[in-house]
């Protein structure tokens, strides 16, 4: 198999506290996915440079924006990608990982994620049910139960130059007790079932990721109604896929 089965329901955007209720599956079995094997393939040249890139900056990488009140400092990210909006002057700085990652189809993310030692990051959801997420072990400084991910109610550990990849929308939070820094490659693509409306949703989720910047500023604007909420979301949707549209993105070899 080289891509997921067909779940065939709506398109789902975590908009309030409902949790996902829906088909798709905490883990897919993606062993044998072409876009798997292409970054386990590259993984010494993909390690090389992040590695390069990491200890020549670990102390200027940036905290992960999470919304509202909750803090953690040692979850750090680099953003190439974020539903298909391209940062370029990152992407500059990592040739090998922004080439390696166009050849994937329907790829809408790329981060390089890095724990801290004793850091766990709390429980949250990801945005939509349209994404895939596949996790590349880069450094891996520990086994489970000393370092890993839970997904819905499964729990797997990270190996260096292996992947694994799961349903962003279910509830899930990863943890490091190790004493060092665990660092892995993650890469999102939209599922099958929504490929022709990923403008769609990158556009929609790029939406309720500036909804939630701005909640987080003014904590009252949580409480709107929900579907006062899917307004805002439809309209400001509408700017974010003119500047997708500019930049080119969703093209063919281009994610």
Not at 42 to 64: C, Q, V, W
Not at 82 to 102: A, H, M, N, W
Request: hydrophobic share 40%.
């Amino acid at each position: 198999m080289t891509q997921p089965p067909t779940v065939s329901e709506p398109l789902y955007f975590y908009l309030d506290n409902t949790w996902y209720k829906g088909k798709m599956p905490a883990f897919y079995d993606a062993e044998n996915w072409e876009m798997n094997k292409l970054l386990e393939q590259h993984y010494p040249d993909l390690k090389a440079e992040i590695m390069t890139y990491f200890g020549e900056n670990k102390d200027a990488i940036r905290s992960n924006f999470t919304p509202y009140d909750y803090h953690e400092k040692g979850w750090k990210t680099i953003n190439l990608y974020t539903y298909g909006l391209r940062y370029s002057k990152i992407c500059e700085q990592f040739p090998v990982l922004d080439s390696v990652t166009r050849q994937i189809p329907g790829m809408t993310m790329v981060q390089i994620a890095i724990l801290e030692p004793h850091v766990r990051v709390k429980a949250h959801l990801g945005d939509t049910n349209a994404i895939i997420r596949t996790h590349l072990g880069i450094s891996i400084p520990g086994k489970y139960p000393e370092l890993g991910l839970r997904v819905g109610q499964q729990e797997v550990c990270w190996e260096d130059g292996k992947t694994f990849s799961f349903c962003i929308v279910h509830r899930h939070y990863a943890w490091n007790n190790s004493a060092g820094y665990r660092i892995a490659l993650i890469v999102d693509v939209i599922h099958p079932d929504y490929k022709d409306r990923i403008a769609e949703v990158c556009s929609q989720s790029l939406a309720l990721i500036s909804m939630k910047f701005v909640a987080t500023k003014f904590p009252v604007l949580k409480n709107m109604p929900r579907s006062l909420t899917r307004i805002l979301q439809k309209l400001l949707a509408l700017p974010v896929r003119l500047i997708l549209f500019f930049q080119g993105a969703f093209k063919t070899g281009n994610g």
